[in-house]
């Protein structure tokens, strides 16, 4: 069954999560973690936490709703995925998810943040949440260059443990 085309296939062109146009494909480049069938696996460039990692269909979608029976199976794999790596390098199986809808980026993703079982580092990440979405606030997170991105992509790599 094909999926459905979403109503702004015009978007395609110069969304940052498509490899079909040069900026896409360079910020996926930049920040792969890993690739499945249907999903790439970045780090994000101004991360809650290390770790953080968003989860972007490689078929441009604005929504969980219009992805493919395949596509979720590949989802849930790429959670097996990213757990391995949260329990390989952080020693946690906790993370915070959350979906962006065609929020900002015109393109379906999924932040997964890794967060310790103590209820205060919990309850950092949650603040940390909410002071990202405030106007201004947006020097109090890092932006990691593409040789840090690098360093921490190849770290986690590491640590994946086929499922």
């Known amino acids: 069954?094909?999926?459905?085309?979403?109503?702004?296939?015009?978007?395609?062109?110069?969304?940052?999560?498509?490899?079909?146009?040069?900026l896409g494909k360079s910020v996926v480049e930049k920040q792969l973690v890993f690739t499945t069938k249907y999903f790439h696996v970045?780090?994000?460039?101004?991360?809650?936490?290390?770790?953080?990692?968003i989860i972007?269909?490689?078929?441009?979608?604005?929504n969980r709703f219009t992805l493919t029976k395949r596509e979720?199976?590949?989802?849930?794999?790429?959670?097996?995925?990213?757990?391995?790596i949260y329990q390989g390098v952080f020693n946690t199986n906790t993370s915070i998810v959350y979906e962006k809808n065609g929020m900002?980026?015109?393109?379906f993703q999924i932040?997964?943040?890794?967060?310790?079982?103590?209820?205060?580092?919990?309850?950092?990440?949650?603040?940390?949440l909410i002071l990202i979405t405030?106007?201004?606030?947006?020097?109090?997170?890092?932006?990691?260059?593409?040789p840090q991105l690098r360093a921490i992509s190849t770290e986690f790599n590491k640590k994946i443990i086929l499922v």
Request: with cysteine; glycine share 4%; net charge positive.
């Open 1 to 22: 069954m094909t999926a459905p085309v979403p109503s702004n296939a015009t978007s395609i062109s110069t969304c940052v999560f498509c490899i079909d146009n040069p």
């Open 72 to 84: 979720d199976y590949d989802l849930y794999e790429v959670f097996k995925k990213i757990n391995n």
């Open 42 to 53: 970045l780090l994000e460039h101004k991360p809650i936490t290390k770790g953080h990692f």
């Open 56 to 62: 972007t269909p490689i078929r441009h979608t604005l």
């Open 134 to 146: 405030l106007p201004g606030i947006n020097f109090f997170f890092r932006t990691l260059k593409e």
């Open 111 to 128: 932040h997964v943040i890794p967060v310790s079982n103590s209820i205060l580092s919990r309850l950092w990440v949650q603040i940390k």
């Open 104 to 107: 900002g980026i015109p393109h």
